[in-house]
Structures are given as C-alpha cells and as structure tokens.
C-alpha cells in the first residue's frame, strides 16, 4: 500500500497553494488581452470548420483562454468560495456569450456555408466526449497546480475542444440549423461541467483548505448539485452513444447481408442505400441481371429478421420498372462497350502515326557512313520525305537528299548517286540537292 501511496501521491512538486489560486483568480477574467484573445481564437475556429481544417481548428483551441473561469468555478466548489463561483460563472457566461456572437457573425457574413467535417462532428455529442472531458479536465487542473507545468496545458486545451462546439453553435445561429445549435451547445456544456468536476476532485484530493467553514448543509447541497449535473449530461449522451453504437452494427451487419446474399452468389448490386433514421429502417438494393421472385424476396425478409441488429428493417428491392433497370443496364453496357471502342481507336491511331514516323524517318548516319565509301567526297547529307501541293488540290511525296562535299560531283558520279540513293531507298524519285547549289 505505501508503495502505491507513493506511486500515486499527487503532493510531490505541488506548487504553493497561495499563487495556484492567485494564477486561477488571474485566467478567469475575461477583459483587455484575454477578451482580444478569445475573439481572434473564435474567428480562427469558425475559419478553420468553415474550411474544414482540423490544423487551424488545433491552433485556434492552443490560444483558447475559455479553461480559466471553468478551473475556476471548479477550484471554487473545491474550496467552498462562492465569490470566486460567481466571478469565474459570471465571467464564463460572458465569455460564452462573446463567443457566440462573434462566431454567428461570421458564419453570417461568410460565402460559404456548406456543413463539414469537422462542423458535423461537432453536432452529436454522446458518452464519449464525457470521458474526454472528464480525463482532460483532469490532467489540466493536475498541471495547474505543479511547479513546473510541463505539456500537458496545450494537450488539454485540444482534447476538451472547447472552441469548436461554440463556433458550430454559432453556424447554427447563423443558417437557423437548430439541431446544430443545440447539439454543439449540449457538447460545450458536457465540456464545461466535467472539467469543472474533475477539477473538484482534484481539489478534494489535495485537500486544499476551504475558504470558509461550511456546515454539512451547505456541503451536502454542493454535491447534490454536482449529482444533478452529472445526471443531466450523462443521461443523454448514453442514449447518444447508444444510438451510434446501433447505428454502426445496422450498417455493418446491413454489408455483411448485402455480401452474404448477394454480391457471394454472383448478382450485380447496382443501387445500395441504408436508412438507419427511417421509421421502419430500410435497405434498398437494385440489380442488375436478377429479378426476384415473392417467395425469395420472403426467404431474404426472414434472414433480416433473424439478425438481432437488422430485426424490423425493410427490404427494399427496386424492380417492379423492369424497363428501367434494362435500360440502365443498357446504359452500363453501351457505356463499356464506348470505352473499349475508344480505347481501340486510339490503339489504331497509335499504329498509324508510328507508321508515319518510321516512313519518314531515314538513319541519316548510317546512310552517310554507306555513301561515303562508295563517293568519298560527301562529307554530309540527309534525307526526307515531302508532301508537295500541285495546283490540282493533289499531293504527291518526293524523297529529298541534300548533301555536302568537299568537291562538286563530277555528272557521272551525281547520276550514279541518285541512282544508288533511289535502290537504297527504295524509292523512284529521289531529288538530289547539292547545298552549295
């Protein structure tokens, strides 16, 4: 047991409790630097959720000041100051308050007011940002009251994320979206008030000596307040939780069916929609070579039924517009069937042009080395191919060979090397050109 003591004393490297309380008192006001601060943090989280990203939402909850007058009303409770409560509440609300309008201006004066990401994430809080506020709030008021405060300040300020649902409650201000606003308002309150608790406890654990002697009345109704709030968060959020947690073994178990019964027995799924939030629950399916029949469609709503998860859920199979689905499987095929058409032209154009290349394209050096020890004056040459226009609208192709040589051809020689250069090339009517000509 004392090795545990020892383990867990949270007392070794306390600061002095006088300047924790002093440095608590000092962060939860809300005027002057701290108000310019939060402004500016609130403007960089509503840009950040605005364009979805999460780098600029991190560093707008970095230079967030919002934990001071929660530790603060926590710190408080702990210490029975009921002064510093209402500072460190009133001063929160304000804060709130600011926040709030500052971010539903901005999402009202924003261009673009598409739902996020990040945004949505922010809208359906459930058990498991309790945890997170819960942990986080923990570590941060344990670092608060160390001498050296280490990295724990900015890693709490990121895991409680506080400045997102109060951006999101003001997106939904702005576009009038009241699920938003009353979802992210629920999750900045399950922020606030488990931070706040866990900071209590801290408290009663280092037995910080309270401000004033309360009688048991007065303890009694702290707890059965924080009692209260705690029920009021928790409630909620499980039921939260326990509707994504179904929500995600529907559509898990919805796949494994599709696959099981469909996609495993060779039929072509075309059309796949899962309705969780519909009442009954649906899964709608479309194929593409099958048509079923009443007593297999029964046999598949029986399977359905035997799944815990899925129990209730329609099966919906899209087939009664027989002309519609041909259609669309004609539109699938003709479409493949474009591809390959336009795949095979470009392999026919491919083969033309190569050809056109090799036709007109001479190994100017070999035919230099060749011509050179039969007249070894020519010092250089090449030779082309020319598409040359009449005044008919026709074109005919001439082979020309323009060579350089250190002497004039003697008019044998010319004849001989036209000659030569017509067999070479396979051609009949090279025109020679000398370039001193």
């Not at 819960?134 to 008021?141: A, E, M, S």
Request: hydrophobic letters at 45%; proline letters at 3%; glycine letters at 6%.
């Amino acid at each position: 047991m004392s090795f545990f003591k020892d383990v867990l004393n949270l007392k070794e490297g306390e600061n002095d409790r006088e300047k924790t309380l002093e440095s608590i008192k000092t962060n939860i006001s809300f005027k002057g630097a701290n108000l310019w601060t939060l402004a500016c943090a609130i403007i960089i989280a509503s840009v950040g959720l605005n364009v979805n990203s999460t780098a600029v939402i991190i560093g707008a909850m970095l230079i967030s000041p919002l934990m001071g007058p929660i530790v603060g009303a926590g710190f408080a409770l702990g210490v029975f100051d009921f002064t510093l409560l209402k500072k460190s509440l009133r001063n929160l609300l304000n804060a709130t308050l600011v926040s709030l309008i500052v971010s539903t201006l901005y999402f009202l004066i924003s261009p673009f007011k598409d739902v996020q990401s990040e945004l949505l994430s922010r809208t359906s809080p459930n058990i498991y940002d309790i945890f997170i506020a819960f942990f986080g709030g923990l570590v941060g008021v344990i670092a608060v009251t160390r001498t050296e405060k280490g990295n724990p300040i900015p890693g709490v300020a990121i895991a409680t994320a506080l400045m997102p649902p109060l951006c999101t409650a003001g997106y939904g201000l702005a576009t009038l979206q009241w699920s938003y606003f009353f979802g992210a308002a629920y999750l900045y309150c399950i922020n606030c008030v488990f931070i706040g608790i866990a900071t209590f406890i801290i408290v009663k654990y280092l037995k910080y000596p309270p401000k004033k002697q309360v009688d048991e009345k007065q303890q009694r109704q702290v707890k059965i307040m924080i009692w209260v709030l705690t029920t009021v968060m928790l409630l909620p959020s499980s039921y939260l939780a326990y509707s994504l947690y179904m929500e995600q073994q529907f559509r898990k178990n919805s796949n494994i069916f599709i696959e099981n019964e469909f996609a495993d027995k060779g039929y072509t799924v075309v059309f796949k929609k899962i309705n969780f939030k519909t009442e009954p629950k649906t899964i709608e399916l479309a194929m593409l070579n099958k048509r079923f029949e009443k007593n297999e469609i029964a046999d598949l709503d029986k399977k359905i039924n035997e799944n815990r998860y899925l129990k209730g859920a329609d099966l919906i199979i899209r087939q009664d517009t027989t002309d519609r689905l041909s259609a669309l499987k004609g539109d699938i095929l003709r479409q493949v069937k474009g591809d390959e058409n336009e795949l095979n032209q470009k392999d026919v154009k491919i083969i033309q042009l190569e050809k056109e290349l090799e036709k007109n394209h001479f190994d100017n050096k070999k035919l230099l080395k060749e011509a050179r020890a039969i007249f070894p004056a020519i010092n250089s040459l090449s030779v082309s191919n020319h598409e040359m226009a009449t005044g008919k609208d026709s074109l005919f192709t001439i082979t020309a060979v323009i060579y350089q040589s250190n002497k004039k051809l003697p008019d044998a020689d010319s004849k001989r090397f036209k000659n030569w250069l017509n067999e070479r090339l396979s051609v009949k009517n090279v025109q020679v050109f000398n370039e001193k000509d």
